[in-house]
């Protein structure tokens, strides 16, 4: 019933910028925390940065100030905004919610399909 999509992935130079977006549709009750996650090739999956629904956020040691990660409640939208890329930041972004279907549904993670991100010269 829940769907999260990404989409702002791309090619990208070393430098450059990039905005990543996740909306969620489906049956929907609330949404707590939302958030980014990554995966290299060859490497584990590992977290970028989440925001509370609050909009309280948090980030990975590697994004030394280069992310920023918001939230639009009413469009159900997490975003992830990317500066200064790294060859290092090349991976598939997934988008992450944690969701309660109905007022009487056990809260639970929803995962997108992912978007490719690619920095290189």
């Known amino acids: 019933q829940v769907q999260l999509v990404e989409s702002g992935g791309g090619l990208v130079q070393p430098g450059g910028s990039l905005r990543l977006s996740c909306a969620a549709s489906?049956?929907?009750?609330?949404?707590?925390?939302m958030g980014w996650y990554r995966q290299a090739p060859g490497k584990q999956r590992e977290l970028v940065a989440t925001?509370?629904?609050?909009?309280?956020?948090n980030y990975a040691d590697f994004v030394q100030g280069r992310f920023t990660i918001s939230r639009d409640n009413a469009k159900k939208s997490v975003y992830l905004q990317m500066n200064s890329l790294k060859a290092d930041d090349t991976a598939v972004y997934y988008c992450?919610?944690?969701?309660?279907?109905?007022?009487?549904?056990?809260?639970?993670?929803?995962w997108g399909q992912g978007t490719q991100v690619t920095v290189s010269s």
């Open positions: 992450n919610a944690n969701i309660k279907v109905s007022i009487y549904s056990v809260r639970r993670d929803y």
């Open positions: 489906g049956t929907i009750s609330s949404i707590n925390a």
């Open positions: 925001i509370s629904s609050g909009g309280s956020s």
